[in-house]
């Protein structure tokens, strides 16, 4: 496991956010081994998400054994509405026709092959010995991961109220705080600090040793 493992909120399409957030990290970790854990979400309602999408992918080609991009659920309504047309309207409606005009197109079926490709490789949770990770959360009742791929993807209740103890500490994302700050609970942490909405990017910093984060990195979006 390395020294320290950096979990990163929901970006929405906030590339400028997400290069500020990734400088931090570069000076907080001084050198040290490092993995990023991304918590899905990476398009829809910010300004660019092609350019978040440019910015990820790059980072999981010159390390892939360090960097882990999970899907979210708008990754999963974007290849939906490529796939099949289903919920295309829905998902525009959503951010998606902003994630296009990033791309300078207007039809789903025009995104780039290799995009597309790479957000249907992405896993949908993530472990190490300490935390699971995963974009929205588990269904409560069942220690250790939840086997049903929806609800890891758009799981809302009962996760968020129950707080139940599924073996290892969960951090997600999905539910945006309207305060700016991570939730941190005994057995989850939810670092969806609703960057696109006026609040902050957020990196849990975590390690080894304790469940959950031993510090917060975030940036604001400046006027």
């Known amino acids: ?45 910010g300004p660019d998400s092609a350019r978040v999408i440019e910015i990820l992918r790059d980072l999981g080609e010159r390390e892939p054994e360090a960097v882990t991009c999970l899907m979210g659920n708008h990754e999963e309504m974007m290849l939906n509405a490529y796939r099949d047309g289903l919920g295309a309207t829905a998902w525009q409606e959503n951010g998606g026709g902003g994630t296009l005009a990033s791309f300078g197109i207007e039809d789903p079926e025009d995104l780039p092959h290799g995009v597309l490709d790479w957000l249907s490789a992405l896993p949908t949770v993530h472990e190490d010995s300490r935390r699971y990770y995963v974009h929205a959360g588990f269904r409560p009742g069942r220690r250790g991961i939840d086997p049903d791929t929806r609800s890891r993807l758009w799981i809302r209740e009962p996760f968020l ?63």
């Open 161 to 223: 109220s129950a707080d139940y103890d599924f073996g290892k500490h969960v951090v997600h994302g999905h539910t945006p705080q309207k305060s700016g700050q991570p939730d941190v609970r005994t057995h989850r942490t939810n670092l969806d600090t609703a960057a696109v909405r006026g609040g902050a990017l957020t990196a849990g910093v975590f390690t080894g040793e304790d469940d959950r984060a031993v510090e917060f990195l975030q940036v604001w979006r400046t006027a």
């Open 1 to 45: 496991m390395p020294d320290l493992t950096y979990a990163i909120g929901d970006i929405h399409g906030c590339a400028d956010l997400l290069q500020r957030l990734l400088e931090q990290i570069e000076r907080r970790g001084a050198g040290r081994a490092r993995c990023l854990v991304f918590l899905g979400d990476y398009v829809d309602r």
